[in-house]
Each structure stands twice: as C-alpha cells, then as structure tokens.
C-alpha cells in the first residue's frame, strides 16, 4: 500500500530548497574578489570619461557664445580661459567694453554671459594662437576675431583633446 504523503514525518524528508549559510559566504567572497579586481581597473575609463565630458562642455560654452554673437551682431561675445587660477575656469561673456567691443575680457564692465565652468582638479588645459591672453571673441557674423585658437585639454594620464576655432568662420571642432 502506498504511503500518504501526510503519514510521513518530517524527519524522513531531507530534501530541502535553499542555500546555506557557508554557499551565501563563498558568493560575497567571490563578489568582493571581483569588485576590487574591478576598480583599480576602471579608473583610468573614469579619467578618459572625465576629459571627454570636459571638452565637450568647453565646446558647448564656444558654440553658446558664437550662438549668441550671432543672435545679435551689434554685440560681440566671447569666452575667456583662465589657466592661472587652479582649478582652470572658462567663462562666456559679453563684450561690453569701451570702446564698444575691444576684444579684451574686463571683469567690471563686460557682463557674464553664462556660468563658469569650473574644470576637475585633475584636468589642466593651454591655450595657444590667441592675440589676447585666453580671449576668443565671435562678431555677429560668427567668425572669430583671432588669429586662431588651439585650447588644449589634458588629463592626468598625459591624454588630451584640442578644440581649434577657425577665425574665418568661426567653426568650432573637436579632435
């Protein structure tokens, strides 16, 4: 005759489902083992990401600044590059000066056009081709009153990226 399933005690059923104490252990083990495998490999993914997301802001500041020159041609605008100060800043304005438009970043009398963008500690840049210390100024025709500018953007692992500003055009480009 067949035994009930009720009949039986519970000691005779040894098949249990789950995972034991010392299975959930090995596998926080295995998982620390892998995360700190992981992390000192990724920051140098971190850094690239870094200075990535960093030439792209300071694009995106050169084409606000030739956008708005543009909006207005009697106003000039422009962005100035400060790499004296640490951390390194740049900063768009309007150019307000007298004369009107002169081509030169004046604290007192040009007003901010957008906030700063304040560069990571880790990421230093050079600007080079500009006729004014760190200025590049867009007339309301777009093109860029300097003889050419070279902002170079580079990171703590000696990797870098460039932003050109062609002076005929003003076209912004990224390398």
Known sequence: MRANKSDRSPTVNLNRNGFSVFELLIVIIIIGIIIAVAIPASKPLIENIRLMTTANAIKHKLYMAKTRALGDPLI??????DTTNKPN???????NGIPVGNNMYDPLN????????VLPNTITMQVSGTVNPNVVIFRGDGSAKIPGLTLTIT????KSKRITVLPSTGRIKLY
Not at 76 to 81: D, K, Y
Not at 110 to 117: K, N, R, S, T
Not at 155 to 158: L, M, V
């Open 110 to 117: 040009d007003h901010v056009f957008m906030a700063p963008y």
């Open 155 to 158: 990171n703590g692992q000696n």
């Open 89 to 95: 800043t740049v900063q768009a304005f309007l150019d």
């Open 76 to 81: 000039h605008c422009g962005v100035v590059f």
